[in-house]
């Protein structure tokens, strides 16, 4: 059995299903807010529970904020990890006191004295730059 289309049956026919598909479209939310006691097409505020974490799921507690910070022995390991690539960093010796951070940089001994400056700058300026929320005070030793 062979079926013969004329472009009028098929220009019907694609009529019907773009009517269906529409219809299916649009009709999926009315009734749905009045059956299920929703909101009618009304914003609805949400709440969460007091669990700290506002409605999240599945969050790693451990990702540091803007404003949060973990402890002193992690900030001083991402501090150094920061600092390492700085030319001329051979070490460091990082401490803190509440919002302010003290970094000792060691120079690498082959290093020029006339640079030594420069290197506590791209010190203070990376770590200033990756740890708004300490003051850095950085000096340096040989």
Not at 28 to 55: I, K
Not at 98 to 103: F, P, R, S
Not at 111 to 116: C, F, K, L, Q, S
Request: charged share 20%; aromatic share 8%; net charge positive.
């Amino acid at each position: 059995m062979r079926i013969r289309l004329t472009p009028a049956k098929l220009i019907q026919a694609l009529a019907c299903v773009a009517a269906i598909v529409l219809t299916a479209a649009c009709g999926a939310n009315n009734g749905a807010g009045n059956a299920a006691g929703g909101t009618n097409g009304r914003t609805q505020a949400q709440g969460y529970s007091d669990d700290g974490f506002l409605g999240t799921t599945n969050s790693y507690p451990k990702i540091p904020g803007r404003h949060m910070t973990l402890n002193y022995v992690n900030d001083a390991n991402m501090m150094r990890d920061a600092i390492r690539d700085v030319p001329g960093v051979a070490g460091s010796n990082i401490t803190f006191n509440g919002a302010e951070a003290y970094v000792t940089v060691k120079i690498r001994p082959d290093w020029d004295p006339r640079r030594i400056s420069t290197v506590e700058r791209q010190t203070a300026s990376v770590l200033r730059f990756n740890f708004p929320r300490y003051t850095i005070h950085v000096t340096s030793t040989r």
